[in-house]
């Protein structure tokens, strides 16, 4: 239909009911409720009651379908953060996020853009409170386990690539440049095991919040690779870890300059033969897609 034949009283009826759909569920007394009064009285009047509902009471139903729906989407991408604050406690920040960043592309994935970077600045500083429980969680741990939980939902769905295998044509330029990275993998720094954690909650369908383990003596690395439809999690040494992030931020050269500037006089004997099984290892698992000029 073309816009120029598009009824005025339908673009209104979908400004409204799309209005009521996106209307916030009421928080009273730990549950979820339709906050039907405050629908809009004119869209009341259109709607036709029901043998056993009023109009208000079936405006409802859409109302609370619409936010279960991407409450459900935000929990299966962040299942970790979801249980670390409660079911109750993170749909709330879902649902300040999307007042204020409503869904309007035709893929619904593409609500949870955003939602990381909005945690960054919702979470108090501190401990961030779990409502029902006196209790909170350390907002670093939150912050990292939302960092967690899209690298997992965006490294599956990074579109496929080639990996890059550099050969003789590239030695003149390789060290001038600088590797990119493949959208299908993910460097993840954690100072609590919250990645064995995410695969636990994964299979536990509760909705309470779930106890922090104790942190890590030292930070750990790791990437996060997708092989085909799977994806992989494997251990990084640190200055490893290191490393790969030097390179995909500065030219191969400047970076291994960098590394070497950073690491201790005990260390800088076997750094050569390190660098080099390092660099192999991430060519072998197909961590770069290119190369880019600087």
């Known amino acids: 239909m073309s816009g120029q034949h598009f009824p005025a009283w339908l673009a209104d009826f979908q400004q409204q009911f799309g209005d009521a759909l996106r209307t916030p569920l009421g928080r009273d007394n730990r549950s979820l409720r339709a906050a039907v009064e405050t629908y809009d009285p004119a869209l009341l009047q259109l709607a036709v009651p029901g043998a056993q509902l009023t109009s208000a009471e079936r405006l409802a139903i859409y109302n609370r379908q619409y936010w279960f729906r991407l409450f459900t989407l935000f929990h299966g991408a962040f299942p970790l953060t979801t249980r670390?604050?409660?079911?109750?406690?993170?749909?709330?920040?879902?649902?300040?996020?999307?007042?204020?960043?409503?869904?309007s592309d035709w893929d619904i994935d593409a609500a949870l853009r955003g939602f990381e970077q909005f945690l960054v600045q919702a979470l108090l500083v501190?401990?961030?409170?779990?409502?029902?429980?006196?209790?909170?969680?350390?907002?670093?741990?939150?912050?990292?386990?939302?960092?967690?939980?899209?690298?997992?939902?965006?490294?599956?769905?990074?579109?496929?690539?080639?990996?890059?295998?550099?050969?003789p044509e590239h030695a003149e330029s390789l060290f001038s440049s600088r590797l990119v990275a493949s959208p299908a993998m993910a460097l993840l720094q954690e100072h609590w095991p919250l990645c064995e954690l995410r695969k636990s909650v994964l299979t536990d369908p509760a909705e309470t919040a779930i106890a922090l383990s104790a942190p890590h003596s030292e930070p750990r690395f790791s990437v996060l690779l997708r092989e085909g439809t799977k994806l992989v999690l494997l251990p990084l040494e640190l200055r490893e870890a290191r490393l790969l992030t030097l390179l995909s931020e500065l030219p191969v050269g400047a970076a291994l300059a960098k590394l070497e500037q950073e690491c201790s006089v005990e260390e800088q004997p076997t750094l050569p033969a390190n660098t080099q099984r390092w660099l192999a290892r991430s060519v072998e698992l197909g961590l770069w897609v290119g190369l880019s000029p600087e």
């Open 126 to 167: 501190g401990t961030v409170p779990i409502e029902g429980q006196r209790a909170g969680v350390a907002r670093p741990a939150v912050l990292q386990a939302a960092r967690i939980d899209a690298a997992f939902h965006d490294v599956f769905r990074a579109p496929a690539v080639t990996p890059f295998h550099p050969g």
């Open 84 to 103: 670390l604050l409660s079911h109750f406690t993170f749909n709330g920040y879902v649902s300040r996020f999307l007042e204020t960043q409503p869904p």
